[in-house]
């Protein structure tokens, strides 16, 4: 039976009258890449830098590996690696140099950090120009340091920080190519707001907002979440599409009804009624209807009422 | 448990290594600008000075100015730029090492900064002017330019902790540490101040450092009070220095 490797319980920040983090519950289990979602100041920095001891809480508890954040910081941060947002490389180090320093601030032996770095560097694509500063790389390659330094001293648990937020789509696959190479190796926690990011990575996925956890599930589960109505996209040929969308429009079961040249978008209240709409399109210029996948932006709207902001 | 203070300490005197000459040279800029300036430029205007020729008189106070300044700047730029630019120290802080480790390892940086330029500028007066000094003086004077540099640079370290605004910086270094530097009888005697300032200017560690170093450097005198206010002013900066740091970082 998998055992959790991140327990959050009843976990709230406070900055006087205004609350980050509410009652916050969650669990992650070991060796999974476990996704937060949610809008900016929805919380999850705040939820991130209290497990990673960086602050602490006003109430409740969490546990990375069994250990309190609370009072056995030290510990934690032996376990862990983090991703900040921010750039946090030393630009006065090299990219070699900024491994190092890493690894002694964990206290490795040289011998030890030594090879691993050099695994590391090759791992990622930097080998070539580890005597480089940082400020000569690109922000991909940049990301790709920060994640190669979280790693140096071998943690359990992986805490990243919108690792990809800035970087072009290129670099972006890249980095999701590493995270994945590292799946079942730690457990890995992402904070997020690209919902592609958090689609193709996470086993698990938590929405929250204002500091409240809001849905928690697999990308499929949090897709069933959403009420029984189905969405087809009807395709004309000719040019009735004005006049049918405005019957469909007209029916019951029709919830929503949007129309962009000869495409019209249905919801309708269950699958079973489609059959209404063929029989109303019976005679119909239709060169064809599909059924609309569920996106998880879809299940994030409906949760939070808003669309996902960088 | 000093091991991450060891390895930012490392850090530090890795990258003053890469730029060691360049920063020298600025360094070494100023107060040779003022020694030549003030001290053989108006050396002839002032005449003797406490019996000693004016620049005889000022360069102690240089090499000592030097010292604590190139402490306090290295310090308060150094920690507000990894605080507030680089966020290098939100990346040790997610190491096991202790927040009391990054400040103590930033006072040590600065100190170090201290010493090494104060000892630069000391050997460019000493090798390119007149002044001289019996060389068994230079203990003494160690004894007051070790804590006034830590003085310095515990002081830096509470300035680029609780400020956030570069400007802010700049405006405390204007108004509140060249003032405490200038006021301390750095460039006259303190018996010019009028009888109802002096006994307040004699109470700032910075009198204490510049007066005792220079009687130090230049006498050989020995002045345990001004040594012992120097030291405890150390001592009570750099609790400041890492409860402050402590402080802030908690929020």
């Given at each position: 039976m998998p055992t959790a490797s991140i327990i959050a319980r009843s976990l709230t920040k406070s900055y006087g009258e205004l609350t980050a983090l509410e009652s916050f519950d969650l669990e992650v289990e070991q060796g999974s890449i476990f996704g937060l979602l949610g809008p900016n100041g929805a919380g999850k920095t705040t939820l991130i830098r209290i497990l990673t001891t960086l602050m602490r809480q006003s109430r409740g508890e969490a546990f990375i590996e069994g250990l309190d954040t609370r009072s056995e910081g030290r510990a934690i941060r032996r376990m862990i690696g983090v991703v900040s947002?921010?750039?946090?490389?030393?630009?006065?180090?090299t990219a070699r140099e900024n491994l190092e320093l890493h690894a002694r601030l964990h206290g490795m032996e040289k011998k030890l950090y030594k090879r691993r770095i050099d695994e590391l560097l090759e791992l990622m694509g930097l080998a070539g120009r580890q005597k480089d500063f940082p400020d000569t790389f690109s922000g991909g390659m940049q990301r790709r340091l920060v994640v190669a330094r979280a790693l140096v001293h071998q943690p359990r648990v992986l805490f990243l920080d919108e690792p990809t937020t800035g970087l072009d789509p290129q670099s972006r696959r890249a980095v999701w190519e590493y995270i994945r190479s590292l799946a079942g190796r730690m457990t890995i926690f992402l904070t997020t707001h690209y919902l592609e990011e958090a689609e193709q990575l996470c086993d698990r996925i938590a929405i929250m907002d204002h500091g409240r956890l809001i849905a928690i599930g697999s990308t499929q589960e949090l897709k069933d979440r959403l009420s029984g109505a189905t969405v087809y996209e009807i395709e004309f040929t000719g040019e009735g599409a004005d006049r049918y969308a405005a019957l469909l429009g007209s029916?019951?079961?029709?919830?929503d009804i949007r129309q962009i040249e000869n495409k019209v978008t249905v919801t309708l209240?269950?699958?079973?009624?489609l059959s209404e709409i063929v029989t109303a399109l019976?005679?119909?210029?239709?060169r064809r209807i599909s059924l609309q996948e569920r996106t998880l932006e879809d299940v994030f709207i409906s949760l939070t009422g808003e669309k996902v902001r960088e | 448990m000093l091991r991450g203070s060891l390895a930012i300490w490392q850090r530090d005197m890795q990258v003053l290594r890469r730029s060691i000459f360049s920063e020298l040279v600025a360094v070494v800029a100023y107060p040779l600008t003022i020694y030549l300036a003030f001290g053989i430029g108006m050396q002839s205007y002032i005449g003797l000075v406490d019996g000693a020729p004016y620049s005889m008189f000022i360069a102690p106070g240089l090499i000592t100015m030097t010292a604590v300044n190139a402490a306090y700047n290295e310090s308060v730029w150094s920690l507000w730029f990894h605080r507030r630019v680089q966020f290098t120290v939100e990346s040790y802080r997610v190491t096991p090492i202790s927040v009391s480790e990054i400040v103590i390892a930033k006072i040590f940086t600065g100190f170090t900064h201290g010493i090494i330029k104060g000892f630069v500028v000391g050997l460019v007066i000493f090798a390119i002017t007149p002044f001289r000094f019996p060389l068994e003086h230079l203990l003494q004077y160690l004894l007051f330019l070790i804590p006034g540099s830590a003085l310095f640079s515990c002081a830096g370290v509470i300035s680029g902790t609780v400020m956030d605004k570069p400007e802010t910086i700049g405006k405390v270094e204007a108004v509140l540490v060249m003032p405490l530097i200038f006021m301390s009888?750095?460039?006259?005697?303190?018996?010019?101040?009028?009888p109802s300032v002096i006994s307040w200017v004699r109470a700032l560690p910075t009198t204490a450092l510049f007066e005792g170093a220079r009687r130090a450097l230049v006498?050989?005198?020995?002045?345990p009070l001004a040594a012992l206010q120097v030291s405890l002013s150390v001592l009570l900066t750099f609790v400041a220095a890492v409860y402050i740091f402590r402080y802030k970082m908690s929020e």
């Open positions: 947002q921010e750039n946090s490389l030393d630009r006065y180090l029916m019951p079961c029709v919830i209240e269950c699958w079973e009624c019976n005679g119909a210029p239709v | 009888g750095l460039f006259f005697p303190l018996s010019s101040y009028p006498a050989g005198e020995m002045m």
